[in-house]
């Protein structure tokens, strides 16, 4: 009994420790992250269609949205350190399978999302931007001010999306882990599950034109099918 209340003890121990380090982690990342906010900004504004120009509705919105920015890449610079906190309190419990896992989940999750990121920025953000931004701009409709409040938020959530979409190998993967599906589920029901996939892509596409539809469809069925591959290796 006094065994088992020790060893309770320590755990709370090595979790209020985790946690402790994870927020300084967060707070760092944080402080780093509004020093580059500005040159995000900027960068992000690229990605309007050409002409476009920017302004703050309220007073203090230009800061909310270094704010806003600073906290969206304080999460990427922070999330494969916050992993690593993870792994360090669950990994004496492991056993050698699951700590091949955790590495596994570890690395490939943070990869993962980047990759996600560099698809919205090189591929699918400006053509989605040049559309709803740019709608009505050719025929005198409307002028090209734009919110920048509104236009970062805007982009900041499709990166957002997008890197959460990519993660599907890694979800996946703890699926057939732990038994839930296996490599041949997944591919005697591909019709079903690609058909789902691009109405998920029409679900996080806000554009109504099939180009941006289609894009990322395609991106997460080839993430799809390297899942299969993945799990497959395994052994599952």
């Known amino acids: 009994m006094i065994e088992k209340q020790e060893n309770l003890e320590s755990h709370l121990t090595e979790l209020r420790q985790r946690i402790i380090y994870s927020l300084v982690i ?3 990342s944080l402080i780093i992250a509004f020093a580059f906010s500005s040159k995000t900004i900027l960068q992000l504004q ?4 050409a002409g476009a120009t920017f302004f703050q509705l309220r007073p203090g919105e230009l800061f909310f949205v270094h704010l806003k920015t600073a906290t969206y890449l304080a999460f990427m610079i922070a999330y494969p350190f916050l992993l690593g906190q993870l792994k360090a309190f669950v990994w004496p419990g492991l056993k050698s399978q699951e700590k091949q896992t955790s590495n596994i989940i570890i690395i490939g999750s943070p990869f993962l999302f980047l990759i996600g990121l560099a698809f919205a920025y090189f591929l699918a ?16 409709l409307v002028e090209a ?3 920048l409040d509104y236009f970062i938020s805007f982009v900041l959530s499709i990166f957002f999306i997008l890197g959460l979409s990519f993660q ?5 993967f703890i699926l057939a882990i732990f038994n839930l599906i ?9 019709q079903i599950i690609c058909f789902g996939i691009f109405a998920l892509a029409a679900i996080i596409t806000p554009t109504p034109d099939p180009f941006n539809m289609i894009l990322v469809g395609l991106a997460l069925i080839f993430l799809y099918g390297l ?3 993945i799990i497959k290796l395994c052994g599952k």
């Open 26 to 28: 967060c707070l760092i």
């Open 46 to 49: 690229k990605l309007a269609p």
């Open 125 to 140: 953000l400006k053509p989605m931007l040049n559309f709803l931004f740019g709608f009505g701009l050719e025929a005198g």
């Open 145 to 147: 001010h734009y919110s």
């Open 168 to 172: 599907l190998p890694i979800l996946v």
């Open 182 to 190: 296996t490599s041949g589920q997944l591919a005697k029901h591909w």
């Open 227 to 229: 899942s299969i591959l």
